[in-house]
């Protein structure tokens, strides 16, 4: 399992053991979680060509976590 799913999986379930949450907090512990990229994501990045626009980039670093298992 990637780096970055164990680490939104910690911040889910922390967010999950307080009394109130809602499925915003939630979302939002999950996407600070990936406020830093892991070695993977970057690696993604670097092998995207330059001339790629910033969404492309910013999905193959996605899709280097997500397709990890």
Known sequence: MSEM???VAR???EQMSLDDNMPCDIAR???AAMREPT??????Y??????SS??????AM???VITKR
């Open 62 to 64: 996605i899709d280097a």
């Open 46 to 51: 670097r092998a995207t060509p330059h001339n």
């Open 11 to 13: 911040s889910i379930d």
């Open 29 to 31: 512990a999950a996407i």
């Open 54 to 59: 910033p969404q492309d980039r910013y999905r």
């Open 39 to 44: 070695q993977e994501m970057i690696d993604a």
């Open 5 to 7: 799913v164990e680490r």
